[in-house]
Structure formats: structure tokens, C-alpha cells
């Protein structure tokens, strides 16, 4: 195999003999490339010998620095031929001192190569790769510069080349610059935008149904009605709207949906026909002395019931004219949506109306505990909530629960003792007219009259003696131990409205049941737990606290409606002589 070397390379390792002034020549006769060399002589290094080693080192160590501050290769171009190779025979090669053999800088490449010693040293050339020309490449484009670069460092001069070695030019990088912060991007921009107007939205509309609430609550019961009918018709619309997003209507075709408008038809006739009926019923209860006296309201009395049956009956035929073949799961499916929704939501809305015209304190007391049972779970869930209370709503904890429980406790003996004051809150509606400047007075509830309750002796001896003055008795009413009751209920049981609400959405796939309130969502998601409470509330009072006592009313529709015309006349005849005996004068 061929060798090839350079003298001035080799030179740099080569080793004194000993024989100072004499040259010798010595022919060595090519190995075959099959027979393997024969072991070296080992030479021991000389003083000489070792200072070029280390001049060599420390050479290798400056090209190793130059090379690594370049910021691109040399060129092909620029780097001087390599003299011509020369084919030389292999020989054994001698062992070289470690420290030169280390040093040589492996960017040269360099293949020792053994020739007849010349003058006790021995002579090699490295052996250099040409490099390939390179095709040119295509120019990349110039990168954008946002700022112009700072000036670039002069580059230290070269180190002088040795004889047959190939000068490299060394070129200093530019130091790279730091990377700009990167602006935030348009998309996370209007993000923060977006819930901060929401924020502002919520906010702004929480005040003005606040101020609705507080207002219609001042200028009389016929408003709050008013109100209590425009929620329900908001929720139902709201609920009825659903059943687009159910599998039975997406499996419509687009002939079925034309019919869309007679089947929302008949659904918002139900909803008419089934206000009609409930809300005559409690106007004929709450105003017998008025309905029944009245020459033009006396057939809406006692006809109402027969009515709104004919009423429904003719909906009914409505619906069952309807029905075509291959559609009739879609029909029979929103027939069914609809009478649920009048259950859940017109029902309810109607106990709830029963609860304003029975005091307003029975309406405004109960919706105020569950809202402050909502916030005070939302403070303390926000303050120590960790453990999740249920899987429908995540945000929902224990602690956040519990917390709320105990707070609106006692939040609702304070709250509703206070408004149990006024004869407004309190008393039975008579008239639709009045507002809270009428002066209304009324004999109030028992639930509301104070009473003495003694404290046995033990007790009281203690608080005698813990506390100033006598404690023998203690002052309470009723309301106060109903007041627990209606908080025990929004705190434990009216939450679950809510929970039901949010797997109704869950199972639409909603975030919100509609867009009636901006900032809030739809008025169901702020009814959902109000129509439980109404409830409960109604069934409470007229099971445990509403009084059953003979009323004008009560009377005048017994006489209406059980007595014939004749049969009145001798009533009113037997009155009039009775009234007369009492010293009273009546004319008829």
C-alpha cells in the first residue's frame, strides 16, 4: 500500500540517533503488502525531539481555536496545492514520542509515512486530502434584520503557516443577538378582551335585575305577578327550544321541519290554555268578593273550569288532526316535551304567584335565601373549597356547601325578621291596586305575633347570673323557627335545582339554556332553583301556617253558587230584618 509524506511535517517528530555529523542512507527493500511489519525499534527521545513536540502542541492548540471562532469553513479555492505525493515503499513504521503524536492537529490529516533517514532523522510528509469542488449552491434568502447589526470585531491575524502546511484563515463570527421579546398575540389580546366585556356585561345586568326586583317589589303585587309570568314565559320558550337538539328532531327531514309552525302552534296554545286555567283558578280564590259580585264576571266564575277544559279538549283534536304517518315519532315526541315543560314550569310559576297574593314577604323571603345560599357557596368554595361535591356541576364542594348552609341560617333570622315588620310584606292581598304608600293594614298572620316562652329554672338561673337583668321568659315568634326551616331548604334541597339544570345542559351538550340575560345565559339558569323553592314554599304555608277562617268571599261564593235566585232573595230578606233587630238601618 502506498505511503505518502512530508518532510516538514515528520521533521517536527523526528529523533536524534546519537551520531552527531554522520549521515547515513540506508536502502530498504519494499515488504510484500501480505507479510506483516516488523516490530519497530524503539528510540528514545532526545531534548530536541521534545521541544518540537511541544512547539507542535502548542500550534495544534492555536489552529484548534482559530478553527472553532471561524464562522465558515476556508474555501477550497484559497488554500495552496499540497506538493506532489510521493510513492515511497512501506516500511516498518518507527515509534513515535506520545506528546508530538497527540499534537498533530487531526484537521490536517496527516498519514506518517517512513523514509530513509537523513542525517539520524527520520523524514515524513502529510498526507493531504484534496477537497472535492463543491457545486455552487443556490442563494438562500436574505434573512429580515429587524435592527441594524453592531459592527464586527476586526479578526485576529492568522498564525504564520509552517513550511507545507496550508494557511487557514481565521474569521471571527458575529456575536448573535438577542431574541426580541415576542409581542402577545392578537388571538390571546382579544381573549382578555372578550372576558373582561363579559365581566363588565354581568355585572352592569346583576344591578339592573336587582333594581327590576327591588322596584316591581315596591310598586305592588300586580307587578310582581307581571313579572313572575314574563320569567315563565322566557323559561318555557327557553325549554320548549331543546327538543330542535334532541336525536328525534335531528332525524327530521326538511319536509318535517316545514311543519315546525303548527307544531310551535299547539305548543304555545297549551301554554296559553294552561295559564288560563291555573291563573283564573287562584283569581276566583284570592278574589271571590270581587269576581262574584260582578254582573260581568259571574259567568267567568262559574264557568272557568268547564272552559278551560273545552279549551284543552280542542287542542287536543288539534294535535290528533295532525298527525301524519312517518312523522308521528317527532310529533308524539314535542306532545310529550310540551306537557312536561307546563308541569316543571308552569306549574311551579303558578304556586309562586299563590305565594305573592298570600303575602309578598312569602315570595321575597324564600327567592332571597336562595340567592344568598348561591353566594356565599360560591365565597366560601372560592375561599376553602377543595373536596368536589357532585360530578354534574365540579365547581360545586363540600366545603363550599356546608359553608353556605351555615351562613344563610343565619343570615335568614335577621333577613326576614326584618321585613316581617311591615303590614305590606305581611298581609293578605285584597287588592290589586295597592303599592308600598297605601298604608295597607291587615290582622296579621299568628306566625308573625310575639309570644313569651319560659325558661326552665336551671337555665335560667344560670343565664341570671351570666347575663344582667332577668331572664325568666324568653321573647320569639313562629316566623323565626320557619325562617330556619325555609334556609334549611335553600341551603340542602333548592341546590339541586340547579344540579338538575346543569345535567339537563350536560346532556345537550350547552353551556347555557339561552341568551335572555346578557352576561348570565337564559332565564332558566336563573330560575332553576327558584321554581323548587316556590314550591315548597306554597305547600309549607298552606300545610303548617296559612289560618282557616269563614271569609266575605268565601261566603258570597257559597251563595252564588249553591243557592238558587229565590232561595237568595229570602237570605237577603232574613239579613235585612237581622240588621235591623242590631239597630242598624238598611236599604234596599
Known amino acids: 500500500m502506498s505511503r505518502f509524506a512530508s518532510r516538514t511535517a515528520f521533521d517536527l517528530l523526528a529523533v536524534d540517533d546519537g551520531n552527531d555529523g554522520q549521515s547515513s542512507e540506508e536502502e530498504l527493500a519494499p515488504e510484500p503488502e501480505t507479510a506483516p511489519s516488523a516490530p519497530a525499534e524503539t528510540v ?18 492555536k489552529l484548534e481555536r482559530a478553527n472553532s471562532g471561524s464562522s465558515a469553513a476556508p474555501s477550497a479555492s484559497a488554500s495552496p496545492l499540497p506538493p506532489a505525493p510521493i510513492e515511497l515503499p512501506s516500511v516498518p513504521e518507527p515509534p513515535l514520542v506520545p506528546a508530538a503524536k497527540e499534537a498533530i492537529p487531526a484537521a490536517l490529516d496527516v498519514t506518517p509515512a517512513t523514509v530513509p533517514y537523513t542525517n539520524g532523522h527520520a523524514t515524513t510528509e502529510p498526507e493531504v486530502e484534496t477537497p472535492a469542488p463543491e457545486s455552487p449552491a443556490e442563494p438562500e434568502p436574505e434573512p429580515i434584520v429587524e435592527a441594524p447589526a453592531p459592527p464586527a470585531r476586526p479578526a485576529p491575524a492568522a498564525e504564520k503557516p509552517t513550511e507545507g502546511q496550508a494557511a487557514v484563515p481565521v474569521e ?41 326586583f327591588i322596584g316591581c317589589l315596591l310598586m305592588g303585587h300586580a307587578y310582581m305577578i307581571i313579572l313572575v309570568m314574563l320569567c315563565q314565559t322566557l323559561v318555557y320558550r327557553e325549554v320548549t327550544r331543546l327538543f330542535m337538539l334532541t336525536d328525534i328532531q335531528a332525524k327530521a327531514t326538511d319536509e318535517t321541519r316545514e311543519r315546525d309552525v303548527w307544531s310551535k302552534t299547539l305548543s304555545w296554545y297549551f301554554f296559553a290554555v294552561a295559564n288560563y286555567f291555573l291563573y283564573g283558578e287562584s283569581i276566583i280564590y284570592y278574589f271571590k268578593h270581587v269576581v262574584f259580585a260582578d254582573a260581568n264576571l259571574l259567568p267567568f266564575a262559574t264557568n272557568h273550569r268547564i272552559v278551560s277544559f273545552s279549551l284543552y279538549t280542542i287542542g287536543f283534536m288539534g294535535f290528533v288532526m295532525s298527525l301524519q304517518k312517518g312523522y308521528l315519532q317527532q310529533q308524539f315526541g314535542l306532545f310529550c316535551w310540551v306537557h312536561m315543560s307546563l308541569l316543571l314550569v308552569v306549574v311551579s310559576s303558578h304556586f309562586i304567584m299563590n305565594n305573592i297574593l298570600e303575602g309578598l314577604i312569602w315570595f321575597w323571603v324564600p327567592a332571597s335565601l336562595v340567592i344568598c345560599n348561591d353566594i356565599f357557596a360560591y365565597i366560601w368554595g372560592m375561599s376553602i373549597g377543595r373536596t368536589p361535591l357532585i360530578s354534574l356541576s365540579p365547581k360545586k364542594t363540600v366545603e363550599g356547601f356546608v359553608g353556605a348552609f351555615i351562613s344563610t341560617v343565619l343570615f335568614s333570622i335577621g333577613w326576614g325578621m326584618y321585613f316581617a315588620r311591615f303590614d305590606y310584606m305581611i298581609c293578605p292581598v285584597h287588592d290589586l291596586g295597592v303599592n308600598a304608600w297605601s298604608g295597607m293594614t291587615c290582622e296579621p298572620n299568628p306566625a308573625f305575633v310575639w309570644r313569651e316562652q319560659a325558661i326552665i329554672p336551671p337555665v335560667a338561673a344560670f343565664l341570671n347570673t351570666l347575663l344582667p337583668g332577668t331572664w325568666n321568659t324568653i321573647a320569639y315568634t313562629p316566623f323565626q323557627i320557619h325562617l ?24 345537550f351538550n350547552i353551556k347555557d339554556f339561552g341568551h335572555s340575560i346578557p352576561g348570565h345565559g337564559g332565564m332558566t339558569d336563573r330560575m332553576d332553583c327558584q321554581f323548587l323553592m316556590g314550591v315548597f314554599t306554597y305547600v309549607y304555608y298552606t300545610s303548617l301556617i296559612r289560618t282557616h277562617h269563614v271569609s266575605v268571599g268565601s261566603v258570597l261564593q257559597t251563595i ?7 232561595e237568595q232573595l229570602e237570605l237577603m230578606r232574613d239579613l235585612k230584618h237581622y240588621l235591623e233587630q242590631q239597630g242598624v238601618r238598611v236599604k234596599l
Not at 528514545?44 to 492548540?61: D, F, I, V
Not at 381573549?191 to 336587582?210: A, C, D, L, P
Open 44 to 61: 528514545k527521545p532526545t531534548k530536541t525531539a521534545q521541544r518540537k513536540a511541544a512547539r507542535a502542541a502548542r500550534l495544534a492548540k
Open 172 to 212: 471571527m463570527a458575529p456575536k448573535p443577538k438577542p431574541a426580541p421579546p415576542a409581542p402577545a398575540s392578537a388571538a390571546a389580546e382579544a381573549e382578555k378582551k372578550r372576558k373582561i366585556g363579559s365581566i363588565v356585561t354581568r355585572t352592569v345586568w346583576t344591578f339592573i335585575m336587582i333594581g327590576g
Open 484 to 507: 330556619v326551616v325555609f334556609a334549611c331548604f335553600a341551603s340542602l334541597v333548592a341546590p339541586f335545582g340547579g344540579f338538575f339544570a346543569s345535567g339537563f345542559k350536560r346532556a
Open 560 to 566: 252564588v253558587s249553591g243557592l238558587t235566585f229565590d
